[in-house]
């Protein structure tokens, strides 16, 4: 059975920073997309970021704050947030993409998902 399993979520003022980790278990996904969304009060799942093909991609509302990496060796990945705002409360999910990468930024495709970690930022 395959399985992520987020953690690190938590509540912290803004400014702040919280990292976050997801481990697979069940396959492994090294050389696949991994990516985080988040899902904030009332709003639709979306996309924060993605690892694919060597390469990482942002949500224009985290760029220059949000890191993701990965160790496939582990079967993890992590997302390390900096300078939290208020607006970055809401529960953070990994995901396991598994086809074709080029549309990494839709939920909606991907086959995997954790069961999420809440992120409360306070100002």
């Known amino acids: 059975q395959v399985q992520l399993v ?40 979306e996309f924060v970021t993605a690892n694919t093909r060597g390469r990482s991609y942002y949500a224009d509302s985290v760029k220059g ?27 953070y999910y990994c995901g396991a993409l598994t086809g074709d990468p080029t549309w990494y930024n839709l939920p909606a495709l991907y086959d995997y998902w954790g069961q999420g970690t809440q992120v409360t930022v306070s100002s």
């Open 6 to 45: 987020e953690s690190g979520g938590g509540s912290v003022q803004a400014g702040g920073s919280l990292t976050l980790s997801c481990v697979a278990s069940g396959r492994t996904f090294s050389g696949e997309t991994l990516g985080w969304f988040r899902q904030p009060p009332g709003k639709e799942r």
């Open 65 to 91: 704050r949000f890191a993701i990496s990965r160790d496939d060796a582990r079967d993890t990945v992590y997302l390390q947030m900096n300078s939290l705002r208020p607006e970055d409360t809401a529960v």
